[in-house]
């Protein structure tokens, strides 16, 4: 079994900075284990790391994020290479003390991996996961993404529809999109009640501005 340093604190939410205009990955109880061992990747027991997360996770960024900061390999979205290069690209890892972060839909034996050396290779690496979002990573993520199209977010429609929608990235990053339409479409701020009747399929022209 993998082991690694405690992890003593956390910040909720937290912004790591991107290089350039990557954008931002918001840090929450749902995923800062993998990041602040992202951050002591100099403690792995190996030089290689698989991250796992559903779609749209941000797992993509996050693993941009890394590399940029450490001058080592990103494979994203592992399953898709060949299993001789990831193979390669461990022991190159190994040789030349440069992490190598992988990014996978699921570990091993989930992750169907053929070839022997490397299946037993990534089962001794450190998995890190990115869990289902949290209610404080739906409504920074709501908050931010709308902010950036233009759209304010009072608290008051942040703490009603957190709770209320699913914890799933794909559907988070849905609602937004269905919360930016309806704002355009009714050509007005969001409110409260524009939300409710988007969450309950009423007609954006019923509600009143």
Not at 106 to 125: F, G, H, T, V, Y
Not at 151 to 159: D, F, K, N, P
């Amino acid at each position: 079994m993998n082991t690694f340093p405690p992890i003593t604190q956390m910040a909720l939410p937290l912004i790591w900075p991107e290089p350039e205009n990557d954008g931002d990955f918001i840090v929450s109880a749902a995923n800062h284990i993998a990041v602040e061992q992202l951050r002591l990747w100099q403690q792995w027991p190996v030089k290689s790391a698989l991250l796992t997360g559903m779609r749209k996770s941000g797992r993509s960024l996050l693993g941009r994020l890394f590399v940029a900061r450490t001058g080592g390999e990103l494979i994203d979205n592992a399953e898709k290479h060949s299993e001789e290069s990831i193979f390669h690209a461990w022991n190159r890892a190994e040789r030349l003390k440069r992490p190598l972060l992988v990014i996978a839909d699921q570990p091993p034996p989930l992750w169907k991996i053929k070839l022997p050396d490397l299946r037993s290779r990534m089962i001794a690496s450190p998995h890190l996961s990115l869990n289902s979002p949290d209610e404080a990573l739906i409504a920074a993520l709501i908050e931010r993404r709308l902010g950036r199209r233009g759209l304010a977010v009072s608290s008051e429609i942040l703490e009603w529809v957190t709770p209320r929608i699913e914890r799933n990235y794909i559907m988070v990053l849905d609602w937004i999109d269905k919360l930016d339409q309806a704002a355009l479409k009714r050509r007005g701020p969001l409110t409260l009640n524009v939300v409710r009747a988007v969450m309950t399929g009423q007609m954006i022209t019923d509600i009143e501005k």
